[in-house]
């Protein structure tokens, strides 16, 4: 039998995060059940005038997608009383997150040092831009601060040859941290059921970006001396990109070198791979961008479709290019709940992304709708006041 109760129940999560970093954190500990109570100044996190609201002020999608199922309470940290009943709320918390910068957080009296003489065993958790052992410590960072520092605004310029850095068009960093962050929390509440103890966790989010990217792109500098240069080729090659079709593009991916072979057998052109220049692994590694040419001087005699069947037909990897403003159409994130549409009290209907992982010994229920700023004032105050 299936449990039911929430995998994280009875986590008691204090967020005084804003804007992606913080909240995506603390929105996978909320799917996961934990209890997470939003700490807001009074206009609110920044991050709820990221985008046109539907109805009310400060309920932007991006503030919908990033804070379902946490409670919203609205203080003054600097007023006594306010800060009095922030004080009563961490008392009793498994996990205080906040992005506050040091010296700020330590003129409010929330610092580690500080907190753990109300709660000894608290989990404190501290987002930031930079590690504190480096030159960078204390600096401030934003999505385009930390995808210039590690490089990532130098990736496009080898695809296409245009040598003006450019920003990856998502707020990638600022998520991965994000995750980063969950991972770290939940490895910390894991500690503290085996030791009992509590502790200190930092994320920085550049040392979190720069170890995701640097996975592949590391490269050739990954050896001391250096056998070879950063970036990981096939990522970087400017052939390498969706193949246009009759009716629009296509993805095909001939990711083992077997697959070239099977791919133009499939299209009626074996002749093709006689080529002397394939007639060897090294050779197929060689001239890949040859392959990659001969098959997008093919691509356009067929449709989408006509290319899904083919490509499926033999097994290659393949998938129709969309457009994001379709993705709402994708019949597999309809058929499989990814895309839920719901009636929030306020905002009315809206679709919410559900938590992609799927668990055989739990399923998630229906969280609470993204609060109002300062929606649990009442309750939140009225208990730890």
């Not at 030791?195 to 500098?221: D, I, Y």
């Not at 060689?286 to 033999?314: C, F, S």
């Not at 609060?371 to 208990?383: C, D, M, S, T, Y």
């Amino acid at each position: 039998m299936m449990n039911a109760a929430p995998m994280l129940e009875g986590i008691k999560v204090v967020d005084l995060t804003s804007v992606v970093f913080g909240p995506y954190t603390t929105q996978v500990l909320s799917d996961f059940g934990a209890d997470v109570i939003k700490v807001e100044p009074a206009s609110g996190d920044a991050y709820r005038y990221s985008g046109k609201p539907a109805k009310s002020k400060a309920m932007s999608p991006g503030h919908i997608a990033l804070n379902r199922g946490k409670k919203s309470v609205t203080l003054d940290l600097k007023d006594k009383a306010d800060h009095g009943v922030m004080l009563n709320m961490l008392a009793d918390a498994d996990i205080f997150i906040h992005n506050v910068r040091e010296e700020a957080i330590k003129r409010l009296g929330l610092d580690y040092a500080s907190i753990i003489t109300v709660n000894p065993d608290i989990i404190y958790m501290h987002c930031v831009g930079f590690g504190s052992d480096g030159p960078y410590a204390g600096l401030q960072a934003y999505d385009d601060v930390i995808q210039a520092a590690t490089g990532t605004t130098s990736l496009l310029s080898r695809v296409d040859g245009d040598d003006r850095p450019r920003f990856l068009p998502s707020l990638i960093a600022d998520k991965v941290a994000g995750m980063n962050g969950a991972y770290a929390a939940l490895a910390a509440v894991i500690h503290k059921l085996r030791t009992g103890r509590g502790q200190f966790v930092e994320v920085p989010m550049f040392e979190a970006f720069a170890n995701f990217m640097l996975k592949e792109h590391l490269a050739g500098k990954t050896f001391v001396p250096p056998n070879g240069t950063a970036c990981y080729d096939r990522q970087v090659d400017p052939l390498r990109q969706p193949f246009p079709t009759k009716d629009g593009h296509i993805v095909i991916v001939p990711y083992t070198l077997d697959s070239w072979g099977i791919i133009f057998d499939a299209i009626g052109m074996p002749e093709f791979m006689a080529d002397e220049r394939f007639a060897t692994p090294a050779g197929l590694i060689k001239n890949q961008g040859a392959l990659y040419e001969g098959l997008a001087a093919q691509t356009p005699l067929k449709t989408n479709d006509e290319w899904l069947a083919i490509m499926r037909h033999v097994n290659i990897p393949c998938m129709a290019v969309r457009d994001i403003e379709d993705i709402l159409e994708d019949p597999h994130l309809l058929e499989t709940g990814f895309l839920n549409k719901r009636e929030h009290p306020t905002e009315g209907t809206y679709f919410e992304l559900r938590e992609a992982s799927s668990f055989s010994d739990w399923e998630a229920g229906q969280s609470d709708h993204a609060p109002l700023v300062g929606e649990h004032n009442a309750e939140i105050r009225g208990k730890y006041a």
